[in-house]
């Protein structure tokens, strides 16, 4: 069964330093979505992409954090520097396409800044 | 106001037991309307989705819209301990964006 793959599972990063984590979509997917979950809170999206196109980054915060998918299959989310407060899982879905109703995740990155 | 809002719980009930879960949402242009289920330290899982108003039944689950009133709900019949996780309502905004409530956390109790 196709999955959405991400990595790492975890990581432990000291402030100030950069992290980036990675998703793979299913094979086909045109959108690509990351999200942010805080524990106990449900997931906000940080940024929506359609092919190698960036659609919604409105609530990125972009002093700090970045994400590409340069060909339009693969994405990268980097944040530098971490703070404290970005502690939290980062998830990444994908969907067929942007009208389509059933978008999968992934396993999620759980990130802890110390 | 959030767009979608979920009671967080958590909700504790016997095996066996009828689980109902419920959310509001603020836009009545809202048309799309999931169910996804999230265990602990997982990725959230489509259940259901449904379209508009009315229910839609999947084995123990059914989904259900009234855009009347702005509420959408979950019921799980005959209960299981394997239905335990994080159970959380979301939408489609018009721009094709997935909204999320908070979450309810259940625990069904052997």
């Given at each position: 069964?196709?999955?959405v793959?991400?990595?790492?599972?975890?990581?432990?990063?000291?402030?100030?330093q950069?992290?980036?984590?990675w998703?793979?979509?299913?094979?086909?997917?045109?959108?690509?979505?990351?999200?942010?979950?805080?524990?106990?809170?449900?997931?906000?999206?940080?940024?929506?992409?359609?092919?190698?196109?960036?659609?919604?980054?409105?609530?990125?915060?972009?002093?700090?954090?970045?994400?590409?998918?340069?060909?339009?299959?693969?994405?990268?989310?980097?944040?530098?520097?971490?703070?404290?407060?970005?502690?939290?899982?980062?998830?990444?879905?994908?969907?067929?396409?942007?009208?389509?109703?059933?978008?999968?995740?992934?396993?999620?990155?759980?990130?802890?800044?110390? | 106001?959030?767009?979608?809002?979920?009671?967080?719980?958590?909700?504790?009930?016997?095996?066996?037991?009828?689980?109902?879960?419920?959310?509001?949402?603020?836009?009545?242009?809202?048309?799309?309307?999931?169910?996804?289920?999230?265990?602990?330290?997982?990725?959230?899982?489509?259940?259901?989705?449904?379209?508009?108003?009315?229910?839609?039944?999947?084995?123990?689950?059914?989904a259900?819209?009234?855009?009347?009133?702005?509420y959408?709900?979950?019921?799980i019949?005959?209960?299981?301990p394997?239905?335990?996780?994080?159970?959380?309502?979301?939408?489609?905004?018009?721009?094709?964006?997935?909204?999320?409530?908070?979450g309810?956390?259940?625990?069904?109790?052997?």
């Amino acid at each position: 069964e196709a999955e959405v793959a991400q990595s790492p599972r975890y990581k432990i990063t000291e402030k100030s330093q950069a992290v980036a984590f990675w998703c793979d979509p299913i094979s086909g997917h045109a959108t690509l979505y990351w999200y942010r979950q805080i524990l106990g809170q449900g997931p906000e999206l940080l940024v929506q992409f359609q092919d190698e196109s960036v659609v919604d980054d409105s609530q990125l915060p972009k002093d700090r954090f970045s994400a590409e998918r340069l060909k339009g299959v693969d994405s990268t989310l980097k944040i530098q520097p971490a703070e404290l407060g970005d502690s939290a899982m980062y998830l990444c879905a994908s969907s067929p396409n942007r009208q389509n109703t059933e978008a999968f995740f992934g396993q999620g990155t759980r990130l802890t800044v110390v | 106001q959030k767009e979608v809002e979920q009671d967080p719980g958590p909700l504790s009930v016997p095996e066996g037991a009828i689980v109902s879960l419920n959310c509001t949402y603020s836009n009545s242009a809202f048309q799309y309307f999931m169910w996804y289920r999230q265990y602990s330290r997982k990725g959230p899982e489509l259940l259901m989705y449904t379209y508009s108003s009315g229910n839609k039944e999947d084995g123990r689950f059914t989904a259900q819209v009234d855009k009347s009133s702005k509420y959408i709900s979950l019921f799980i019949r005959d209960s299981q301990p394997s239905d335990s996780a994080t159970y959380l309502c979301a939408t489609y905004s018009s721009a094709s964006k997935i909204i999320f409530g908070s979450g309810t956390r259940l625990s069904i109790r052997p």
